[in-house]
């Protein structure tokens, strides 16, 4: 930025609009002003012209200093918000500066301003007078108009640097006299994060709390913050499973005058230090932290998994969340300590079957006399699992035909009716044009009694909607073009399609238990148990499902049945 203007005052070509923005606090407004002072500068002789170093004693440098000069204005967009407050400034521009070089707008928080007024502000700022020159400043640059950016040159203000703000609050300590430790700097430092404003009244509020000198515990009481090395040993206690330790340092900060939501805080941030340190040694240069916490995280870095730091990383992410919502934030903070405390030491999956493959199946657990353990048994589990899910799933009643109704209609077998000689084939056809609620009702409320090409008896289930044979028929009409008799029976019915997967689920469920790689994870962990069963068929039954192209046409339900 000061290059840019440096050579556009040498080379007299100085833009009609500036735009600052950044982070609060980082000295946009000041900096406009400094500008500001920097095209009226005369110099101590007079006869000074635009400058980047304003000599800050001539007549507009100190009026513009003090806020007085009356071809410097000042407006604060977030109360003057409407088309009449630009009104006033496009009506002014067209009077020339009545004691300075340039009449200077500078319109703070300009992203406050109306759709309207911004409209109104474009001609103006697109071709002011020679004399008029704009300054904006804004925290929100994307809430500002792209019309507005392509006439302004814009100067983004980054963050204040830990090492240069430590320097700034030591100089105004040392010029208020008042004496502060460096660790109760850096915890200013750190809590700032890159606002030298915020900085500065942090600072303020940490000498009137200290009365005398103010060391890091009375910036720490101050802020509500717990005591960083605390915090390690607290993170420390995570990652070793101790959950009573880890809840008896938690109670003690919190006794300590520590906020739970800080000290979720300061975990989640310790595990992005770590992680990043594990990734690029030099993060551990950080001014704000000590001597002693850049060890021991160094030591943690090599200590510890990429996988658990991630977790952990996660799992924090998810505890603030809770503790937000939470009516009592130490409850829900220390149940985030038990999960976590719970988890932080799990294997990997490749750790878990590399240990499992080691150890010995228990006695008798190697199904149907086959021999050996570990991963090696695993696709007798897929084989067994495959020959069982490759039964029908309607054995019995789902046969091209039924001896269940005591009689047989004869009907011409129609060519669009051959398609689908068994039931299964029906509720493929269901299945693929995608309609939940009938597949659902047909799976679990149908017992089927006969089935022959355009013709279906069944006994309704319990709970059975009481039109589904209509809705069936209706459906199964528009989707093939012929008529389909559904008609109800009241003996005769077999299993449903649900009773028949969860007999073969339960089933496939038991062999699981029995083989000996199952067996060992359990015999690992007492409280895990079996949540689902994939073969290898019905994870391909899946991808073809999903593959299936969506169905444009439409059912109607006037149409006649």
Known sequence: MVRTLKNAFAADRIAQAFIMTGIRGTGKTTTARIIAKGMNCIGIDGQGGPTTEPCGTCENCAAIMEGRH???????????????????????????AASARYKVYIIDEVHMLSVN????????????????????????????????????????????????????????????????????????????????????????????????ETTADQVRAMLGLADRGRVLDLFDMILKGRAADALHELSSQYADGADPMAILRDLAEIAHWVSVIKITPDATEDPTVSPDERTRGIAMADA??????????????????????????????????????????????????????????????????????????????????????????????????????GAVLAVAEDEALVHYPTFDHIVELIRRHRDVKLLVEVETGMRLAAYQPGRIEFVPAKGAPSDLAQRLGSRLQAWTGNRWAVTLVNEGGAATIA??????????????KAHPLVQAVLMKFP???????????????????????????????????
């Not at 410097?72 to 521009?93: F, Q």
């Not at 208020?176 to 700032?192: C, N």
């Not at 009773?499 to 339960?506: C, G, L, M, P, S």
């Not at 079996?530 to 391909?540: C, F, S, V």
Request: net charge negative; with cysteine; charged share 30%.
């Open 70 to 96: 009356v071809d410097v204005m000042e407006m604060d967009a977030a109360s003057r918000t409407g088309v009449g407050d630009i009104r006033e400034i496009i009506e002014s521009v067209h009077y020339r």
């Open 117 to 212: 007024a911004f409209n109104a502000l474009l001609k103006t700022l697109e071709e002011p007078p020679e004399h008029v020159k704009f300054i904006f400043a804004t925290t929100e640059i994307r809430k500002v108009p792209v019309t507005v950016l392509s006439r302004c040159q814009r100067f983004d203000l980054r963050r204040i640097e830990p090492e240069d703000q430590i320097g700034l609050l030591r100089k105004i300590a040392k010029a208020e006299k008042a004496e502060i430790t460096d660790d109760a700097l850096a915890l200013i430092t750190r809590a700032a994060e890159g606002s030298a404003r915020d900085a500065q009244s942090l600072l303020d509020q940490a000498i009137s709390h200290g009365a005398g």
């Open 304 to 405: 510890l998994a990429m996988r658990v730091l991630t977790r952990l990383w996660q799992m924090l992410l998810k505890a603030l969340e809770e503790v937000a919502m939470a009516p009592n934030a130490m409850m829900a903070a220390e149940m985030a300590i038990i999960r976590l405390t719970h988890v932080a030491d799990l294997p990997s999956v490749e750790e878990l079957l590399r240990k499992l493959d080691k150890e010995t199946p228990p006695p008798g657990g190697s199904p149907g006399g086959r021999g050996g353990g570990g991963p090696r048994a695993a696709p007798a589990v897929n084989t067994d699992a495959q020959s069982s899910a490759a039964a029908p799933t309607h054995s019995g009643p789902s046969g091209p035909s039924s001896s269940a109704s």
């Open 499 to 512: 009773e028949i997967r969860d007999t073969e689920n339960n089933a496939l469920r038991d062999k699981a």
């Open 527 to 561: 409280g895990a148990r079996i949540t689902d069963i994939r073969t290898p068929k019905a994870l391909e039954a899946e991808a073809e499902l999903e593959a299936l192209p969506e169905v444009d046409d439409e059912w109607d339900p006037f149409e006649d049945s």
